[in-house]
Structure formats: structure tokens, C-alpha cells
């Protein structure tokens, strides 16, 4: 049985929270009593509450966007976010909250069921990017921010902003959508669920009661794998790795049968190999399965439409945006161009002032972290236009 760490331990030290002292319901029926919702916080709020800016996590991320004097690890949009970045904390009051369902901070299956007296694991009810969207208002109303003067929202937080958006109309006056869908396209629907599939099919899943000290991390590090090929692009790949062989040290890759004694035959395996081992590795130690589970579910449950009875052009009018910025990426296989200029145009027909904007790169959907300097000048010309 494969061990690792308690990945509700893994909450970076500039964490705040929001405790409710009411029932959290869901949109499936249940309630949660003693939620918590972690956030953190950059910048300082205008004596007028107008310079509020939420930054949406993808499915993976914590809320540790950037660097702090509560916080001085690098986070995953370093450079994005910061004094003189293109989100400026100089001038923009930054917050970025954990997603319910997750496991840095937020209440989520990891988390302990103080009435039961057992982790949720599989009990947890069901999420929904409805449900997350409404834990962000719990800190917003907390914050006493009625008002979020602009949304970043790349990935799957494009869909928690727009479901925010929809929900509380006027609440989000202007917003920047990267890499991110009004609904997730049969293909990526595939995809994500191989990838649940295949944690599921891990002999230590246990119906997703596993307990702490006993992950499915076979599964686990096979479907991270299986999105890491997702979120990059051949092109890229072929360019960085090609058929480059690297020392094998059999200890570390996850591999048998006749590709093992290739391997210990030649001492080499494929780089790309390695690499996938690598994240994979790294992600399984701070990660849990069932969270992984919930919000790529969520991701794919999704449809804005279902907010503006069955219109997405309806379901934008009811959003109140004044402006919004939206940039794909070409190599992007998840979330494809097609999906962006579909949102653009939506807005557009909704009567708001849209802009949309192809990014060059061969990064494929993780282009905004990996390639984040391309967007660096359009974030600044929408920033500053506001």
C-alpha cells in the first residue's frame, strides 16, 4: 500500500479563512456544517471597495497565485501577479480562494465529517462549479466586497467566473477569460473521464474511502500523466524532448514487462518518460484523489447556458459585464480556439464591449502558466482601459 502525506496539511502559510457558522448546501441536496473556505489576499482594498480583483484557480491550483510578505514561495502565476505586474498589486486589491472540493484549506473530501467522525472521502456531496462559485461569494461578503471591478479567470476558473457572474448579476463588472470554455466539449468530457477512470480502477481506491495513509497513487500518478499529454502540445513535445533518451533508473519510473528489460538493457528511457514521471511524482504528493475526482467532474458538468435557459447569449445578459477580454491558444487540445471566439462572440451579440485575442504558442492549455509572458502585454491593455 503506497503512503504519502496528508494532503489537507498541504495549505500555504499566507492562508486566511472563512468559517460559516450556517449549513453550506449544495446543489445536490446535501449540507455542510463548519465549512471552511481558504483564500489569500494581496494588495490593499480602496477605502472605496473599488479595486477588487479575483483571480479563479484552474482545477489543481492553490489559492498561493504569488509570492508575499506572508508568503515568499514562488506561487503558480508568479510574474502575473505582483508589484508592477500586469496585475499590479500596487493598484488592485488581488484575492484567490481555494475551490470548495479541493484539499488546500478548503472543506473538501480529505477534510474531517465532524459529525460522523470520519473523513468525508467519498460521502462528500456532489461539487459543482455552481457550488464553488458560491463559497467565493461566502469570502467576498466576509471581505464586505459587494463588487469584483475585474474577474482572471483562466481554465476551469473561467467557468466558476462565469457561473459567479450569472448568479449574482452585477457582481463582476468586467472580466479576462484564458484558455477556458462556456461548456466542456465532448473530447475534453473523454479525457477527463479516462482519467477518473483510471483512479477508480487503483486496487487501494476502496470505493473512495482509502483513508489518509492509503492513496490510490498507482492510479493517481497514471491519470496525471494521461492530463499532463493533455495539457501540452505534440508540437511542443517534439521540439523538447523528441526522441531523447535519458539515464533509467528503475526505481523511479513506473514501467514492466519488456519496456522495463529495454530499458535496463540500454540504462535509458525516454525523456518524455521521465518528465511525465516526474510531475506525476509531484503531484500525487499533494494531492488527493477524490478531490481530483469532484472538480474534474464539476468542470465537465458544467454548461453556462443552463443559466440563460439554454442560451449563452442569454446567459451572459443576465451577467451584467461592461467588458471582457478573452485569449485562446492554438495547440490548446482542451479547451480549442473555437471555444474562446464562441465566448467572444456571445458576448458580443449580449452587448458587451468583447475582445478577443489568439495567443501564439506551443504550449498547448498550460501556455498561461508556462508561456505567461505572451499574455503579459494584453492583460496590461485591458488593465489599463478599465
Known amino acids: 500500500m503506497a503512503k504519502r502525506k496528508n494532503p489537507t496539511l498541504s495549505i500555504p502559510p499566507a492562508t486566511q479563512f472563512v468559517r460559516l457558522s450556517e449549513l453550506f448546501h449544495f446543489r445536490d441536496g446535501q449540507s455542510i456544517a463548519d465549512m471552511r473556505i481558504a483564500y489569500e489576499t494581496w494588495g490593499k482594498l480602496s477605502a472605496r471597495k473599488d479595486n477588487a480583483l479575483m483571480v479563479f484557480t484552474g482545477m489543481s491550483p492553490s489559492a498561493h497565485v504569488a509570492a508575499s510578505e506572508a508568503d515568499n514561495a514562488l506561487g503558480w502565476w508568479e510574474g502575473m501577479v505582483g508589484s508592477g505586474c500586469p496585475i499590479d498589486t500596487d493598484r488592485w486589491f488581488v484575492i484567490c480562494v481555494n475551490p470548495i472540493g479541493s484539499c488546500f484549506g478548503s472543506t473538501g473530501p480529505p477534510s474531517v465529517d465532524n459529525k460522523a467522525r470520519r473523513l468525508y472521502g467519498s460521502h462528500f456531496p456532489l461539487v459543482t462549479v455552481e457550488d464553488i462559485a458560491n463559497g467565493i461569494v461566502c469570502v467576498l461578503d466576509e471581505l464586505n466586497i459587494d463588487v469584483l471591478k475585474i474577474a482572471m479567470a483562466p481554465s476551469m476558473g473561467g467557468s466558476t467566473a462565469m457561473a459567479l457572474s450569472a448568479m449574482n448579476p452585477g457582481r463582476v463588472q468586467n472580466a479576462i477569460f484564458i484558455s ?191 508561456d505567461r509572458k505572451l499574455f503579459y502585454p494584453h492583460v496590461k491593455r485591458f488593465m489599463k482601459s478599465l
Open 180 to 370: 477556458c470554455a462556456m461548456a466542456a466539449s465532448p473530447f475534453s468530457i473523454a479525457l477527463r473521464s479516462l482519467q477518473r477512470e483510471i483512479i477508480r480502477a487503483d486496487p487501494v481506491w476502496s470505493g473512495g474511502d482509502y483513508g489518509l495513509d492509503k492513496q490510490p497513487v498507482t492510479g493517481m500518478k497514471l491519470a496525471r500523466k494521461l492530463g499532463m499529454a493533455t495539457y501540452r502540445s505534440p508540437k511542443e513535445w517534439q521540439t523538447r524532448f523528441n526522441r531523447k533518451r535519458v539515464p533509467f533508473d528503475g526505481d523511479n519510473l513506473d514501467i514492466s514487462g519488456p519496456q522495463n528489460r529495454t530499458s535496463q538493457l540500454t540504462g535509458k528511457i525516454f525523456e518524455v518518460e521521465a518528465y511525465l514521471q516526474a510531475r506525476a511524482d509531484d503531484f500525487v504528493s499533494r494531492f488527493d484523489a477524490n478531490s481530483y475526482l469532484q472538480l474534474s467532474r464539476a468542470l465537465d458538468l458544467f454548461d453556462f447556458s443552463e443559466h440563460g435557459e439554454g442560451s449563452f447569449r442569454k446567459a451572459i445578459e443576465k451577467t451584467q459585464w461592461q467588458n471582457v477580454a478573452v485569449m485562446g491558444v492554438a495547440t490548446d487540445l482542451l479547451f480549442p480556439l473555437w471555444q474562446q471566439q464562441n465566448l467572444a462572440e456571445s458576448a458580443d451579440r449580449a452587448g458587451v464591449k468583447a475582445t478577443y485575442r489568439e495567443i501564439v504558442s506551443d504550449k498547448g492549455h498550460d501556455a498561461f502558466l508556462s
